[in-house]
């Protein structure tokens, strides 16, 4: 099983500036990588596919990058309802393994 | 695209946690693969499996032997079944349309609103 390790556990951003989320695979899963969003009490949202395509609705302030092992989502202005859990994901190898969530809030 | 879950909130020890999840806006009888995650304080999200409309079904190894994910087409709406529960099933679980884009693993591109499911006496 590929294991991912996402860091920080939690990112203190205020609104207006940047976050940048780091996603790091216990081997190589090439571009096989997806970020989700997750707020609360809903249903989580699938933010970035493929590494770095933004998924259909998704702003362009979202964006992701890397390949291989190593991978960064990036938010460029952090909006109010940007804060929330982030997760990746690999689905380069059966099954999907998630990483373990970075907490995104105001700093 | 939409999927809302529903089923029962509390589960007895040894147990069977039933849940149910409805697919409204799209057809389960596509390509897409149709999934169940759980969300646990202790392993984070991890997927416990997925069915086709054609019956074929993988199970997560660590689960399968209490697994039994089933579809009923004709309400468009598919099921999970976790037999002899104990606390460290105590969990969110989600429903997700699972989509392979390319790759032996699937992403998740719609997922139900989630129900929390506490195993307890």
């Known amino acids: 099983e590929i294991v991912m390790t996402q860091s920080p556990a939690t990112l203190s951003v205020s609104p207006g500036e940047r976050g940048t989320l780091t996603c790091r695979a216990s081997?190589?899963?090439?571009?096989?990588l997806a970020w989700y969003q997750h707020e609360p009490g809903q249903a989580p949202r699938l933010l970035i596919y493929?590494?770095?395509i933004r998924a259909t609705g998704i702003p362009a302030r979202f964006s992701g990058s890397g390949s291989g092992t190593e991978f960064t989502l990036t938010i460029s202005s952090l909006q109010s309802e940007d804060f929330a859990v982030y997760y990746c994901?690999?689905?380069?190898?059966?099954?999907?393994?998630f990483g373990q969530g970075t907490k995104v809030e105001v700093k | 695209v939409q999927l809302q879950q529903s089923g029962p909130g509390l589960v007895k020890p040894s147990g069977t946690l039933s849940l149910m999840c409805t697919v409204s806006?799209?057809?389960?009888?596509?390509?897409?693969?149709w999934s169940w995650v759980r969300q646990t304080p202790g392993k984070g999200l991890e997927w416990i499996g997925e069915?086709?409309?054609?019956?074929?079904?993988n199970y997560n190894p660590a689960l399968r032997s209490r697994v039994i994910i089933s579809v009923d087409k004709s309400k468009n709406q598919f099921s999970l079944k976790l037999s002899s529960v104990t606390a460290a099933d105590t969990a969110v679980y989600y429903c997700?349309?699972?989509?392979?884009?390319?790759?032996?693993?699937?992403?998740?591109?719609?997922w139900g609103q989630g129900t929390v499911v506490t195993v307890s006496s």
């Open positions: 806006g799209a057809s389960l009888i596509t390509h897409n693969w």
């Open positions: 069915i086709h409309h054609s019956g074929r079904i």
């Open positions: 493929g590494a770095s």
């Open positions: 997700a349309r699972a989509e392979f884009i390319g790759a032996v693993g699937a992403l998740f591109d719609y």
């Open positions: 994901q690999q689905y380069n190898k059966w099954p999907g393994t």
């Open positions: 081997q190589s899963i090439s571009f096989n």
